[in-house]
T-cell receptor, first 116, second 111 residues
Framework: NAGVTQTPKFQVLKTGQSMTLQCAQDMNHEYMSWYRQDPGMGLRLIHYSVGAGITDQGEVPNGYNVSRSTTEDFPLRLLSAAPSQTSVYFC???????????????FGQGTRLTVV | GDSVTQMEGPVTLSEEAFLTINCTYTATGYPSLFWYVQYPGEGLQLLLKATKADDKGSNKGFEATYRKETTSFHLEKGSVQVSDSAVYFCALSYNTDKLIFGTGTRLQVFP
């Protein structure tokens, strides 16, 4: 039972490089999201998707792209890495939930990214 | 907009002490409220949740009550253990595609 799998776990990039953080879930969840975790700021939403082919921006989307071609995968692309993108990135997934019948969001173990 | 405010940490306690971590929220509607826990080197795990006013969420000895009148969702545990040492996040959501988190509170429990 893999749940939400993120790769890589650690990554060091040089300023200006691009890369893709991978996220896959095997629970057939419709909802998937990317968050970044920074000291003193909690987790902030970058992008999210409510289903295959549908994505939208969160609170801090600049410098990141996403796509959702399948239900299982939701990669996060850094177009031109900057030191301000040094952070821990978490992918999450959940069943669709509306109103008061929210269900649990499952998180991956995170990717620690350092941009030098 | 909606937001979540948590008490700053770290919270340092001796084993078997009583724990309270304060959480208040600002919401334009009627969200569900959550507590997530992050153990060292791991992702976040749902600890408990409450979906409407006066609901009490509970799990592993932790409890929190959704208080609409005070817009609060304080986390409590009667007797903490060393294994409870972690970072605790309060969060709100209308749909679980988007969670709004507090800044997190680090709990350190010593024997």
């Amino acid at each position: 039972n893999a749940g939400v799998t993120q790769t890589p776990k650690f990554q060091v990039l040089k300023t200006g490089q691009s890369m893709t953080l991978q996220c896959a879930q095997d629970m057939n969840h419709e909802y998937m999201s990317w968050y970044r975790q920074d000291p003193g700021m909690g987790l902030r939403l970058i992008h999210y998707s409510v289903g295959a082919g549908i994505t939208d921006q969160g609170e801090v989307p600049n410098g990141y792209n996403v796509s959702r071609s399948t239900t299982e995968d939701f990669p996060l692309r850094l177009l031109s890495a900057a030191p301000s993108q040094t952070s821990v990135y978490f992918c999450a997934s959940s069943y669709s939930g509306t109103g008061i019948m929210n269900t649990e969001a499952f998180f991956g173990q995170g990717t620690r990214l350092t941009v030098v | 907009g909606d937001s979540v405010t948590q008490m700053e940490g770290p919270v340092t306690l001796s084993e078997e002490a009583f724990l309270t971590i304060n959480c208040t929220y600002t919401a334009t509607g009627y969200p569900s409220l959550f507590w997530y826990v992050q153990y060292p080197g791991e992702g976040l795990q749902l600890l408990l949740k409450a979906t409407k006013a006066d609901d009490k969420g509970s799990n592993k000895g932790f409890e929190a009550t959704y208080r609409k009148e005070t817009t609060s969702f304080h986390l409590e545990k009667g007797s903490v253990q060393v294994s409870d040492s972690a970072v605790y996040f309060c969060a709100l959501s209308y749909n679980t595609d988007k969670l709004i988190f507090g800044t997190g509170t680090r709990l350190q429990v010593f024997p």
